[in-house]
């Protein structure tokens, strides 16, 4: 293993739309876990005490007996994830915030998942061509620029 990777993320199949809520490179299984159980305590908190999805989150993160299971999970090459959903209002498009019916959108089901999973590279992934081998860009004639 290289590492582990760890995001939250919302989907709206209704909406048509994904948002990437955030991500996390961890060195460690534990780094990975203990991230995604701060998000999904974020996500509870931002989503509010009256949320089904949210006390999804919450019980989640309360099951320490789960999060040893999703830990050995993760350390077996496993990856792990905390899925909910539930209704929001996703603001239409071209609304701004001073026009009329700004902030009502319509009601849509959204999709709510952290996740973390193992990283494997091969070791010669990991490394950068040295200067003046014939993998590695010339800086003075880049095609880039």
């Given at each position: 293993m290289q590492g582990y990777w760890a995001e939250t993320v919302?989907?709206?199949?209704?909406?048509?739309?994904?948002w990437h809520l955030g991500g996390w490179w961890a060195p460690g299984a534990w780094g990975a876990l203990t991230w995604i159980r701060q998000e999904g305590l974020r996500l509870a908190h931002a989503l509010?005490?009256?949320?089904?999805?949210?006390a999804v989150f919450r019980d989640w993160a309360a099951d320490t007996a789960y999060l040893r299971v999703q830990l050995a999970a993760l350390?077996?090459?496993?990856?792990?994830?905390?899925?909910?959903?539930?209704?929001?209002?996703?603001?239409?498009v071209g609304q701004h915030s001073?026009?009329?019916?700004?902030?009502?959108?319509?009601a849509v089901e959204v999709l709510y998942s952290v996740s973390a999973r193992p990283v494997r590279r091969h070791p010669?992934?990991?490394r950068f061509p040295r200067p003046g081998h014939p993998g590695a860009p010339d800086p003075i004639h880049s095609s880039s620029v």
């Open positions: 919302a989907r709206s199949p209704d909406a048509g739309s994904e509010g005490p009256g949320c089904e999805a949210a350390l077996a090459g496993r990856p792990v994830s905390v899925n909910t959903c539930g209704p929001d209002r996703i603001c239409a001073g026009s009329p019916g700004a902030g009502t959108g319509r010669r992934a990991l």
